[in-house]
């Protein structure tokens, strides 16, 4: 299989010390290309420089998302918007986010991440850049605001996905992408998921690890491709998820691993990236 995680933290510092040796074993595994994951202006311009520092080791494998997540939302500042537009100007760069709503901690304040919501909203419309959504008890607003600008966005997916039947449809509603993670593999924690991934349209389903996140709960230990580190995820279990998607869908892992593939090749644009 040939995939597409579209959701790395490759910037987290927990894989400070193999990130070389972590892209191998996900090249190994078939995840040909990574979208690592902007969530503040700091780690944006990481991601950005490690799309860079591995360009050569792994030829167009990594592309990247610049972005200010709600957690970080009262960051925002004169200056953010300015250095985001910067960002947005790299080959690498193939959306803006991670950004939305998370009313589940508030690390941001409500109204912190509405405006550094709708500012990056706007630099999305304006850049025509497709937008990495990340959401949490907070589908109402965000669907809310996301009706304003919607018909001006190119593109949105909603990554990470464990929300209610009533928000799927929501997004879907909007003619949004939904990502799909490790979630899904916990009996316990993703058994909703379960149910509702086969009401997701073939050409909206996306696929991803949120690596060093949500390592799969079902994975077998014995069969781990690469040294327990805790519970850190890595996109070399991407298959895996790809492979639990395709039995609650009753599809092949084959079918999965083609449509999320050429879907993340569409929304991102990866075609057309030099």
Not at 111 to 128: D, G, P, R, S, T
Not at 161 to 180: K, N, Q, S, V, W
Not at 251 to 270: G, I, K, P, S, Y
Request: proline fraction near 5%; charged fraction near 25%.
């Amino acid at each position: 299989m040939q995939l597409i995680d579209i959701g790395v933290n490759l910037s987290n510092a927990r894989f400070d010390n193999d990130r070389g040796e972590l892209l191998e074993r996900a090249r190994d595994a078939g995840v040909e290309k990574l979208i690592l994951t902007g969530t503040s202006i700091s780690e944006s311009e990481h991601v950005v420089a490690l799309c860079s520092e591995y360009a050569e080791r792994f030829p167009e494998m990594l592309y990247a998302t610049a972005g200010i997540h709600p957690h970080d939302a009262k960051s925002l500042n004169s200056e953010s918007i300015a250095t985001l537009k910067a960002l947005a100007t790299q080959p690498c760069v193939v959306a803006l986010g991670e950004m939305g709503l998370d009313f589940n901690r508030n690390f941001s304040n409500p109204a912190a991440q509405e405006k550094a919501f709708e500012a990056q909203l706007e630099l999305a419309v304006a850049l025509q850049l497709p937008v990495f959504l990340h959401e949490r008890d907070a589908a109402d607003r965000q669907l809310q605001i996301l009706r304003v600008y919607r018909d001006h966005l190119s593109d949105a997916v909603l990554h990470c996905f464990t929300g209610t039947r009533e928000a799927l449809y929501g997004y879907l509603d909007l003619d949004l992408h939904i990502g799909i993670t490790g979630w899904i593999c916990d009996d316990r924690r993703g058994e909703a998921l379960q149910k509702l991934v086969v009401d997701i349209p073939r050409h909206r389903l996306m696929v991803e690890t949120d690596a060093p996140y949500l390592s799969p709960k079902n994975l077998p230990k014995n069969q781990l491709p690469y040294p327990i580190s805790g519970s850190r995820n890595e996109p070399c279990t991407l298959p895996f998820i790809v492979r639990t998607i395709a039995h609650h869908r009753e599809e092949t892992a084959e079918q999965v691993a083609r449509q999320t593939t050429a879907n993340a090749t569409r929304f991102f644009r990866l075609d057309s990236v030099v």
